[in-house]
């Protein structure tokens, strides 16, 4: 610490004013705000941006029981969350048409697309609708360093092709389930030089995206960013492992911090954002719909359990995004929650939320989740 008094202390008055203003740069790059400028979504009977807010702002249902033609709902159906090889819920959020797709538009052929994920699929249309609404062009992306975040956790599809035999696998089985060429198919097609990540942390998958994707923007590795989430439940494996760990609301419906809270309901559907640097977006004219301050990440560590939430983590992570995006807890007037609609994760949830943002409050915090 003497050592680097000293250095200071010999530099000249001009010299000191320099070093301010480099560093004073080197703070505004890495605090640098991110400004959402286009975005695009399916979701279960939202198959636009519009739709899908049309559904919250009239409180809409969602939920529907499983089509028939993903599985048969009523053999494996057993309301005993522990009988053998049966799901505890006949409900769930469905996409409908989940199995079209406009392969010549993207230069794949129909073999192809048959042993591609349909998660592959939707990323690459949803994708395609959120540059245009950013205002983009696909063509004048291609050779710039667009970044590519996407969060995909599920591989329904990889376990119905297996189910096939070995006899019917292609040379296209392999790529077309693989999560990395979820994000990387992205990039082959639109012909991006940016960094390309596939993400999984399990429910969390879409937001640790975006903060990747705002961290490699304020790093100056990427000049976009594409942010994306997806998920296809095409099979019921994953429901009947659930329902053995006693998590599927019966009813098949999310009652996020409500007495009732008995699990939750799967769904699907897919999200992408597009993603710049705020002062980039002002200086090419775009429209701003949003502005990330700040996030965060961090894990439970130990708990009281592998899948129970810790609410010390909790509030840790919210404190720090709240330093990342410069702005007090008593600030902040909604929190989207997680809302998992369980009697062990919504209080811890609910308290964490209080110890992050309740200190010096005036105004009520609401908190809700359109898991509901």
Avoid at 40 to 63: H, M, N, T
Avoid at 165 to 173: K, S
Wanted: proline share 3%; with cysteine.
């Amino acid at each position: 610490m003497n050592d680097f008094l000293e250095r200071i202390e010999k530099l000249s008055p001009k010299r000191l004013a320099l070093l301010a203003l480099e560093l004073q740069s080197q703070l505004e790059e890495h605090t640098q705000a991110i400004a959402i400028v286009g975005m695009a979504c399916r979701f279960p009977q939202a198959a636009s941006v519009d739709e899908y807010w049309q559904l919250i702002e009239k409180g809409g249902d969602a939920i529907s029981e499983v089509p028939r033609d993903r599985w048969d709902t009523d053999s494996l159906y057993n309301p005993d969350p522990d009988a053998a090889g049966s799901v505890s819920s006949r409900w769930g959020g469905f996409l409908d048409s989940v199995d079209t797709f406009d392969a010549p538009f993207f230069g794949i052929s129909r073999r192809e697309a048959v042993s591609m994920d349909p998660q592959q699929r939707l990323l690459l249309e949803v994708s395609w609708e959120a540059i245009e609404h950013a205002g983009l062009s696909a063509r004048a992306l291609s050779g710039t360093a667009t970044g590519v975040f996407v969060g995909i956790a599920t591989a329904d599809y990889r376990r119905l092709l297996m189910s096939l035999g070995h006899d019917n696998m292609d040379a296209y089985a392999a790529t077309g389930t693989a999560h990395s060429v979820a994000a990387g198919r992205l990039a082959y097609i639109l012909g991006l030089n940016g960094p390309n990540l596939a993400i999984d942390t399990a429910c969390s998958s879409s937001l640790v995206a975006i903060h990747l994707a705002c961290q490699s923007l304020r790093n100056k590795e990427c000049t976009v960013a594409l942010a994306a989430a997806v998920n296809v439940m095409a099979s019921p494996e994953v429901t009947i492992a659930l329902s053995k760990s006693h998590m599927m609301a019966t009813d098949g419906r999310c009652k996020t911090f409500d007495s009732r809270a008995d699990g939750f309901v799967r769904a699907e559907g897919c999200g992408v954002v597009v993603l710049k640097r705020l002062k980039d977006a002002a200086a090419d004219g775009d429209r701003i719909l949003a502005v990330i301050r700040g996030s965060a990440v961090n894990q439970d560590g130990r708990s009281s359990g592998l899948t129970a939430p810790n609410g010390a983590a909790q509030e840790a992570v919210i404190g720090q995004a709240l330093a990342a995006a410069g702005v007090e807890g008593s600030e902040i007037g909604y929190v989207e929650a997680h809302g998992t609609g369980t009697a062990l994760g919504d209080p811890i949830e609910a308290h964490a939320l209080a110890g992050a943002l309740g200190k010096g409050r005036t105004e009520p915090l609401v908190v809700g989740s359109v898991k509901t």
